[in-house]
């Protein structure tokens, strides 16, 4: 009978600094493996022991120390199968991006991670060293290469694993999500497996992690490039994989193929989870929003419903002078439909009172945004207040296109501590709400077909101040993700005044971003720690 090798992938959500939690999570997931799925050995994410990413943490003596004691204790404690765990390993030269597989008290193998990347969310080389040598284990008379995550990206590892005799690769991971980027991770691994011609096991992480959402979707590919195996996405679990050695090549076994998932259900769920780790991880008994029986909050609503459950909500609608009957009933039919907290809660008091005061301060101007603002602000002021009274966090509203242009009042509707839909465009929240909508009706059709308004002034539209979110997102896509100039967009078929505009719009609004709280990162590119530019320029896009 030729040998298998048994792995479990251990696809769990941790938690970034809580060592002694995540390693009691791999000491019971690892007892699991062995006792319910017969595994020779189980494989645990990128960093597992203090979660990833780390960041400043990893200078910190504290978590150095912890990291030895949680380490010690898996090594300890782990009996009856084998644990590859991902940890910082610290030495005198410096800190490693480390794999450490150990087995009833012995350390088996060690592997350093070689690539570091350093580009988009990732910035390793500010805290690890480089690895140097490939690393080679037998496991049930297969010889195993150990990779980890930006390992598989670039081609020297995998090839100095097969010139070294690997027969297998198993790569762990720290891989957040963005849109189509499983299909990116499956064609770069099939583009490595075809170069050396051996199969590989790839396990990502699943959780939120501040503006980061890990995916899962681990997988399992034979060496002609094929996925034979594929973990559900968003989904803690454990996976069998069970590998056969047949005339001396590693040769997977087929299993469970989870299907890909739509754009819309992919985004939707990717910011379901965000929310719920962001908000649970920080111990918060719940949330409030502002609901204006426009599309954002509605949204935004149904993403806190489905994160937290209904009775974590509370909605809050703030009507001004002018805020439509419409809007009041939409928002009222929306909180119904979710069974959430709701109060009515309306401004014009505080609003007629913030001009009283400043009426002598603005005599002789004319209105503009500032009393549009004033609104907003009333609005941040009553549901701050919320917070504080009951601990709940606030999520805000605001979406990509907004954040970019500057289509946002500080301290009023930026106001918050999380921000679910800040890397959505205004046209992808449409149909992230169509999509939430086809599961069960929550969001009302009105909200769905009317012109979005901020309703700050009479008979107003969106459009009185921006381009047709049918021009505008497309600009901002190019600009933001693609990094292209004015001319390369015009050559797309815009008009180069509109073009110019909106790329102002976002250079001088870059003082709000910095000052925006954090959201769930679906893109390429979104605001946040992947864009990084200056407040102060004299940059100008025309030139």
């Not at 490693?96 to 592997?111: F, I, K, Q, S, W």
């Not at 149909?431 to 009706?441: E, K, T, V």
Request: with cysteine.
């Amino acid at each position: 009978m030729s040998p298998t090798l048994r792995l479990a992938l251990a696809q769990l959500n941790l938690f970034v600094g809580d060592v002694a939690g995540n390693a009691q999570r791999v000491l019971h997931a690892a007892a699991e493996a062995r006792d319910c799925l017969a595994a020779d050995v189980v494989l645990f994410p990128e960093l597992t022991l203090c979660g990833y990413p780390p960041e400043d943490l990893l200078f910190h003596k504290g978590l150095r120390r912890q990291v030895a004691a949680a380490l010690e204790r898996v090594r300890a404690e782990s009996r009856g199968i084998g644990v590859l765990v991902g940890y910082p390993e610290y030495t005198e030269e410096g800190i490693y991006n480390a794999a450490v597989l150990v087995r009833d008290g012995n350390t088996l193998a060690n592997y350093r991670k070689q690539e570091l990347p350093n580009y988009a969310v990732f910035d390793e080389k500010r805290y690890f060293k480089h690895g140097r040598e490939t690393c080679i284990v037998e496991l049930n008379g297969i010889r195993v290469a150990l990779l980890i995550c930006e390992d598989i990206w670039q081609p020297i590892p995998a090839r100095a694993a097969k010139a070294a005799g690997a027969q297998l690769l198993v790569i762990i991971n720290g891989s957040p999500y963005a849109l189509g980027y499983q299909n990116r991770r499956e064609n770069v691994v099939r583009e490595r497996v075809r170069e050396v011609n051996l199969p590989a096991v790839y396990l990502n992480m699943v959780g939120g992690q501040d503006e980061l959402v890990f995916d899962g979707g681990s997988f399992v590919m034979n060496a002609d490039g094929e996925v034979v195996q594929r973990a559900p996405h968003f989904e803690e679990g454990l996976f069998p994989v069970e590998i056969d050695l047949i005339d001396d090549k590693a040769v997977p076994r087929p299993g469970q193929i989870a299907p890909p998932q739509s754009d819309e259900a992919s985004v939707y769920n990717a910011l379901v989870l965000g929310v719920r780790d962001y908000v649970g991880k920080h111990g918060f008994p719940g949330v409030v929003i502002g609901l204006s029986g426009g599309i954002d909050s509605a949204l935004t609503l149904a993403i806190a419903v489905d994160a937290l459950g209904k009775d974590k909500v509370h909605a809050v609608m703030m009507p001004s002078r002018y805020t439509s009957p419409m809007s009041i009933e939409d928002a009222a039919a929306q909180a119904r439909l979710l069974g959430v907290k709701y109060d009515v809660i309306p401004i014009e008091g505080m609003f007629e009172a913030a001009l009283t005061a400043l009426k002598d301060v603005f005599a002789g101007r004319e209105p503009d945004a500032t009393e549009e603002n004033i609104q907003s602000r009333c609005r941040g002021l009553l549901l701050m207040a919320i917070s504080n009274k009951t601990g709940r966090m606030v999520l805000t509203t605001g979406n990509k296109s907004e954040m970019a242009v500057g289509y946002a009042t500080l301290y009023g509707d930026m106001a918050g501590g999380f921000a679910p839909i800040k890397d959505c465009s205004k046209l992808f929240v449409y149909r992230l709400a169509r999509y939430r909508n086809s599961l069960s009706p929550v969001i009302p059709q009105r909200v769905l077909e009317r012109p979005p308004s901020a309703e700050l002034r009479p008979d107003q539209k969106d459009t009185d101040s921006l381009p047709p979110y049918e021009v505008l997102d497309p600009i901002l896509e190019l600009f933001i993700e693609d990094d292209l100039s004015v001319d390369e967009i015009c050559a797309r078929g815009f008009d180069r005044a509109t073009v110019a505009r909106v790329l102002e719009m976002v250079k001088r609004n870059e003082y709000k971003r910095r000052q925006a709280p954090p959201g769930v990162r679906i893109s390429q590119r979104a605001f946040g720690r992947d864009w990084r530019y200056p407040i102060t320029s004299g940059y100008r896009a025309m030139r």
